[in-house]
């Protein structure tokens, strides 16, 4: 830590008021120790800044700020640079609002489809969703604004989210749910980590002193602040005690006063308090020493960054004869079809609204683009809020009527936004009826219809998908999302996201259907480590799209892969060539297999990813690095990650199932011995390097006699391996006794 600031002079009750916040979104200030009040406001992919009424629900306004696409969308991009870039753009808007932590990025995994904030998280995948994290974070610095990394942890439902406790097994916990938090924290550094609301296995995340000291200061190295999310303290004074330094919004003098009156009741260690109060000062030494008041911004300057992230970041899911891209010189009618071209849904509902400094609709942009094309429009259906007073059927028939006439349609569905919001959950994943009934009618009329999706998290399409030749999805786009939509379904820029989900063809097929979202109290993750596509590859099931999918408007192809160790991990390169008529991106993936490992692995788990821009005919070269830490598993036995000795093999392709090449490296690891007692059997005992050969000179003649009958790996010998050691003392036919056993413990804990 950096501070320099004089605390050790503060009273208890000063030290006290500086853990909890000022007001909704400032903390107190103490100018006799030279402690200036940090400011914070939300995020993720927006400065939502309040001057007055200020609420953590999106209710009350916010000043104009650029809203950049939601993580739905900017993950989808699987671009590191683009995440850092938007990140340091909102670390200026941030600055120039005078707001010195942004509250986040959210990382959290999205274990079901139904949770009503995915919009706001990156990905299933805990790799894909801590690289983006990590970029996010030190863009977002990199502008003297501290990130909040949310929310730790295991917040993965909205339902009964202030109180559910996420009953997590401790290998998912770790290699799933918080691996992405460990990789942000380690590589990032952010100056905050706001924790969740919900329990994690039966304890507050706000005053888990497992979570927040154990694991993130201890195993982790986290030094910095530990915020609460707004109004998630339950227990001040044991959040404290936990490592939960600031509370907030303010809790009126109340949470101050009860950590005070603990220290002097000596409920509470006041070193406890000294530490929190040292982290909050550095927090404000780095705030107070990263602003950069009169900073401005350029809104068309940012406006054209939010139009490139939407441009990565839509996922071109489906093609068929290459109906996209439309061609404005060649003329023809172009119906565009469904509300959401022309009210655009771009962000999600809660607390990370923003509102936006201009808001482009596809309608507008179609049509200023359309070049000799003739645009028509009809809205097809209603969403939410809309003035509309036409009925559905009149709605559709007008829609049909264009269709008929059109010689391409462009059909704009999606969610509407009470279907998807924070605080609570959906309960389909469908799109509404009156969309799939225009949809319907729609393709009767005419077969050439490309469907463009706005949804915060995925939606079942495979009622519909193959009536249909064409599929873009541009989730919420931020505010720009309207006039990328146009750029990508005229061809002026191409596809190259990747889904960042599965999209399962049935709710009935997710990992988590029959868990979620639990009941009294507690939501049990019995999918264990098969979250996304690890479950659906391990039931080697059908999906609608597989994780990493995304098409182009060129094709790719790969032409070799290398492999060479570095520094304990791994270093890939790919030779890919753009085998296709246009210039386009490629984002190249890695997924790991260790066949022959001990525990229970997925069948594969990306482990890297890289894009890179390619002209028609030329071919580069995409470099993965996997560092060591990445082969490495949770052994629950001690506790700790673990890299197996192992032939590793990774698979290398376009998408979880469209994979080209693979190759194998050796990564060395010292052998693992498996810790044994008197509890373990005999199997477990004979294979242990030191209490193996002590434990067979003790049992060598009766075990030759007994082989004699029952050879290795027999029926009767795999009853003898699996006896528990314990029972060997009370065989009267084996010369074995209770002081025999002490002595082969005894030797075991020496060696
Ligand atoms: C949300 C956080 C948000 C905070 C402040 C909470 O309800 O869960 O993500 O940062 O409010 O608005």
Redesign the pocket.
């Known amino acids: 830590m950096t501070n320099t600031n004089n605390t050790a002079e503060l009273s208890l009750d000063q030290k006290a008021a500086l853990t909890s916040g000022a007001g909704w979104w400032d903390t107190v200030a103490c100018p006799e120790a030279g402690i200036p009040a940090v400011v914070m406001s ?2 993720p992919h927006g400065v939502r800044f309040q001057e007055a009424d200020a609420d ?2 999106g209710l009350s306004s916010s000043a104009p700020a650029t809203c950049f696409p939601p993580a739905v969308a900017l993950g989808s991009s699987w671009d590191r640079s683009l995440a850092h870039r938007v990140a340091a753009a909102l670390g200026r808007e941030a600055q120039s609002f005078g707001v010195n932590v942004l ?1 986040g990025p959210g990382i959290n995994i999205k274990r079901s489809p139904l949770c009503g904030r995915n919009f706001e998280y990156f990905s299933e995948d805990p790799l894909l969703s801590g690289e983006l994290g990590v970029a996010w974070v030190n863009g977002l610095q990199s502008q003297g604004v501290g990130a909040s990394l ?2 730790f942890a295991a917040n993965n439902q909205e339902t009964d989210r202030l109180t559910v406790s996420a009953d997590i097994a401790a290998r998912p916990l770790q290699e799933i749910y918080l691996r992405a938090f460990r990789r942000v924290v380690r590589e990032a550094k952010p100056w905050t980590v ?1 924790c969740s609301y919900n329990r994690v296995n039966g304890v507050y995340a706000s005053q888990n002193p497992w979570l927040l000291t154990d694991v993130l200061r201890d195993d982790w190295g986290y030094d910095g602040v530990v915020v609460s ?2 109004g998630a303290v339950v227990d001040r004074v044991k959040g404290l005690a936990a490592g939960m330094d600031l509370e907030m919004p303010t809790s009126s003098g109340n949470g101050p006063a009860q950590v005070a009156a603990a220290v002097r009741a000596g409920a509470l260690d006041e070193a406890a308090l000294d530490r929190s109060v040292a982290r909050l000062a550095d927090l404000a030494a780095k705030s107070g020493g990263g602003a950069r008041p009169g900073t401005t911004f350029d809104p068309a300057v940012h406006h054209a960054l939010a139009r490139e992230a939407a441009l990565r970041s839509a996922v071109l899911l489906k093609n068929d004869g290459a109906l996209l891209p439309l061609d404005p010189a060649t003329g023809g009618k172009i119906a565009v079809l469904g509300e959401f071209a022309r009210t655009p849904r771009y962000q999600g509902a809660g ?1 990370s609204k923003v509102n936006p400094t201009r808001l482009d609709n596809a309608l507008d942009a179609i049509t200023a683009m359309a070049g000799n094309a003739g645009i028509s429009f009809a809205p097809g259906f209603t969403v939410d809020d809309a003035a509309e007073s036409t009925s559905d059927s009149a709605l559709r028939e007008q829609a049909v009527a264009l269709a008929a006439a059109a010689d391409v349609v462009l059909l704009f569905l999606g969610l509407p936004a009470s279907y998807e919001s ?1 605080g609570f959950d959906r309960e389909h994943i469908d799109l509404p009826k009156e969309q799939t009934e225009l949809l319907d009618a729609v393709v009767a009329v005419n077969p050439n219809v490309a469907v463009v999706l706005a949804n915060g998290a995925v939606v079942g399409v495979s009622g519909w998908a193959h009536k249909v030749p064409a599929i873009l999805e541009g989730w919420l786009g931020g505010q720009a999302g309207g006039s990328a939509t146009a750029d990508l379904l005229f061809g002026i820029a191409n596809p190259s996201g990747r889904l960042t989900e599965t999209m399962p063809l049935r709710l009935e097929d997710t990992p988590a259907y029959l868990d979620f979202p639990g009941e009294a109290g507690h939501v049990t993750y019995g999918e264990g480590l098969f979250v996304g596509y690890r479950h659906y590859d391990a039931r080697a099931m059908e999906v609608s799209f597989p994780f990493g999918h995304g098409l182009s408007y060129t094709s790719f192809e790969y032409l070799d892969l290398r492999i060479e160790a570095t520094d304990g991990g791994a270093r890939l390169t790919v030779a890919v060539r753009n085998s296709g008529g246009r210039a386009g991106r490629e984002v190249v993936q890695a997924y790991l297999q260790a066949p022959g490992s001990r525990v229970q692995r997925a069948e594969r788990e990306l482990k890297g990813f890289g894009s890179i821009e390619l002209q028609p005919g030329e071919t580069g070269v995409v470099v993965i690095t996997v560092p060591r830490d990445d082969f490495a598993f949770y052994d629950t036995t001690v506790q700790a990650w673990l890299v197996e000795d192992l032939e590793y093999r990774f698979q290398v392709g376009a998408s979880s199932r469209d994979l080209r090449l693979d190759a194998s490296i050796r990564i060395h690891s010292e052998d693992y011995i498996a810790p044994v007692d008197k509890e373990s059997n005999i199997g477990q005992w004979l294979s242990h390097p030191v209490g193996g050969p002590a434990l067979l000179r003790l049992i060598e003649p009766v075990l030759a006699t007994y082989r004699a009958g029952a050879p290795e790996g027999s029926p009767r010998d795999k009853m003898l391996m699996g006896t528990r050691l314990g029972q060997l003392a009370q065989f009267p036919i084996i010369p074995v006794t209770e002081a025999d056993l002490d002595a082969l413990m005894d030797l075991v804990s020496e060696s």
């Open positions: 939300d995020g953590h629900l509250l949310k929310h706001m999310d707004w607390s924070e």
